[in-house]
């Protein structure tokens, strides 16, 4: 039984450390977001960051596959200039599927 709660323990505590670096790209995101806003370099700020050897690491940590595809993504999201937290909130998400549901039908009407 011993052995079992050990193995659960590990995989607790590796699911906590992915969570914690998670957060840690989320931070990097709203700050490359708040640079792209002063600045406009936010984007450069971030597929930077995603191609050091640092942030590769937190990104490998948060069980992210740090690859182009990747940092194309990363960089995409900061084009768009909604922070983290808006982005994950559920109103987000409504509003995005609600823009997306009349975007169909406007193109459907249009055929």
């Known amino acids: 039984m011993a052995k079992y709660d050990d193995t659960a323990f590990n995989y607790e505590q590796g699911s906590r450390a992915r969570k914690l670096f998670a957060a840690v790209v989320l931070a990097a995101l709203d700050d490359a977001i708040a640079d792209e806003k002063s600045f406009g370099n936010g984007t450069e700020v971030i597929a930077r960051w995603a191609r050091s050897r640092d942030g590769k690491e937190v990104l490998t940590c948060a069980?992210?596959?740090?690859?182009?595809?990747?940092?194309?993504?990363?960089?995409?999201?900061?084009?768009?200039?909604?922070?983290?937290?808006?982005?994950?909130?559920?109103?987000?998400?409504?509003?995005?599927?609600?823009r997306s549901r009349l975007a169909r039908k406007k193109l459907a009407a249009s055929t």
Not at 66 to 93: C, K
Request: avoid cysteine; charge should be positive.
């Open 63 to 98: 069980g992210i596959n740090p690859s182009e595809r990747v940092v194309s993504g990363l960089v995409r999201f900061v084009n768009r200039g909604v922070r983290t937290s808006v982005a994950l909130s559920r109103e987000e998400s409504e509003r995005q599927n609600q």
